[in-house]
């Protein structure tokens, strides 16, 4: 997968690197512009213009180019801001519904369950934070922060039973089905008076009895 990286620089400006032609028609689509210099081939959006405007085409920019298939990264800060969380988990489910093997299964799938960085403890985090904000709000509350940490503690058990998961599936492999046609082999058959190499054939059914008896 081809790769386009977009970067935020400190006076504001954009620039984007990376990726193939179909990628640079959609970011000039978009609203980025081409520089060709000594610093070689990039697209960019001025210091100068609106933010408000340039986030608005750096995403506009950034949904083309993952609707294309391209794996966009930014700089720290820019895909958040760009991106809400709830969009980002959205991408990673869309991710591991695509992934084309139990690695890459794994690897979107630590995004959300690593025990340390993954979304799930980060969001039982917040969950937590929010029933200690409440308390600290109102201190005669009591069913709401008690449902609050009810919540945080249902999303640990949940995030500790499945920590183990991305490195289940990373050992995952696509099932290997015989081809058709494939001959299979019986298991052996022991025959009187047949030596250990010649091929064992099945019994010949006796012939039918016609009428009255007679044999056809």
Request: net charge negative.
């Amino acid at each position: 997968m081809l790769s386009i990286t977009i970067t935020q620089r400190p006076t504001g400006s954009v620039v984007a690197l990376g990726g193939d032609g179909l990628a640079q028609q959609l970011l000039e689509r978009a609203g980025f512009t081409r520089h060709a210099d000594w610093h070689g081939l990039r697209h960019g959006l001025a210091a100068q213009m609106d933010p408000s405007l340039r986030d608005s085409i750096t995403a506009h920019a950034v949904d083309m180019l993952t609707a294309a298939r391209y794996e966009v990264l930014f700089s720290p800060g820019l895909g958040e801001r760009l991106h809400p969380l709830g969009d980002r988990i959205r991408d990673l489910s869309d991710a591991v519904r695509g992934a084309e093997g139990g690695v890459a299964l794994g690897n979107h799938l630590r995004q959300l369950l690593d025990p340390e960085h993954g979304a799930l403890v980060r969001v039982q985090e917040a969950v937590q934070a929010a029933a200690e904000q409440v308390k600290d709000l109102d201190p005669e509350a009591y069913e709401l922060p008690d449902r609050l940490e009810g919540a945080a503690d249902l999303l640990w058990s949940v995030s500790e039973d499945l920590k183990s998961v991305p490195a289940e599936t990373a050992s995952l492999g696509p099932t290997v089905t015989p081809a058709r046609g494939t001959a299979v082999r019986a298991s052996p058959v022991q025959t009187r008076g047949r030596g250990a190499g010649e091929p064992v054939l099945p019994p010949v059914p006796p012939p039918a009895a016609g009428r009255g008896g007679c044999v056809r």
